[in-house]
């Protein structure tokens, strides 16, 4: 909704409409409302990136682009929107910091750069750096990466927020219990983003037509609906074991195939 791309599709030119009618519905029904997002490697024009003769544009015209676009789109609704992912997904699988066409042209610091003028352009908003967990071998190893490349960015705001994604069919107390664990020690609040319903739900190719890939087009039976309850339900417990550290549970993306 306030990606990069659909807000900013050109240099010149802003589009408002949607992500407007977005904000008042959460205001209207006094919600909080969160941005997402501000600073990302995908969903970005291609002309932000690209320099008056058609090369790379140099560092300054990417901090300068940068700045006028969080400083519009934070500053139109600031007030309106409680928080926002200033970064989204800057670290890559293996822990290193990703070679996107913000750190190819800025350098490192353009994820500090962005916390920058995301409080500038509205101080009283929380900002939070989003990143993607999985629970593959060296998840321990990746989240402590993580957490150093982002350290730049502490500075420029109040807290230190990183949401991560969560699999429905990982909620084992047993594992889920030391990830929470940790954000506690380290005082990371967490924020469970995109929390996954797979395999009880079919895993749907993206671009598939949903009349031929979805079983369940009239609505889950019974015994599925009180499995996914059931997953849920376990999630939430360590969730609540840990309100502390977890302040904030996402769940979104109805047309997402992968997630709700």
């Not at 609704?77 to 290193?96: C, F, L, M, T």
């Not at 350290?151 to 990830?179: E, K, N």
């Not at 924020?191 to 996954?196: P, Y």
Request: glycine content about 8%; proline content about 5%.
């Amino acid at each position: 909704m306030l990606k990069f791309q659909p807000t900013q599709p050109a240099a010149d030119r802003y589009a408002f409409d949607a992500a407007d009618r977005y904000v008042q519905f959460g205001l209207d029904r006094h919600m909080q409302v969160v941005g997402h997002n501000l600073v990302w490697h995908s969903q970005t024009g291609a002309w932000v990136f690209e320099g008056a003769d058609g090369t790379p544009a140099d560092r300054e015209t990417l901090l300068a682009r940068m700045r006028d676009h969080i400083r519009t789109v934070v500053g139109r609704y600031r007030g309106k929107i409680h928080g926002w992912d200033v970064v989204n997904e800057a670290v890559d699988e293996d822990g290193s910091l990703r070679k996107s066409p913000w750190q190819a042209g800025m350098g490192d610091d353009y994820i500090a750069k962005a916390f920058e003028f995301a409080h500038e352009a509205d101080p009283d908003a929380e900002l939070y750096y989003k990143r993607i967990q999985s629970r593959e071998a060296g998840q321990a190893r990746r989240r402590q990466q993580a957490r150093s490349r982002s350290a730049g960015a502490q500075a420029a705001h109040r807290r230190h927020r990183q949401p991560g994604a969560l699999a429905a069919r990982d909620a084992d107390h047993r594992r889920d219990r030391p990830v929470a664990g940790r954000a506690v020690r380290h005082r990371i609040e967490g924020h469970v983003h995109r929390a996954r319903h797979q395999p009880l739900l079919p895993n749907t190719p993206r671009g598939a037509d949903p009349a031929v890939a979805n079983p369940y087009a009239n609505g889950l039976p019974a015994e599925i609906q009180q499995q996914l309850a059931r997953r849920y339900a376990d999630v939430f417990r360590v969730f609540l074991k840990h309100r502390d550290a977890v302040t904030r549970v996402t769940f979104w993306g109805l047309s997402d195939a992968d997630s709700c």
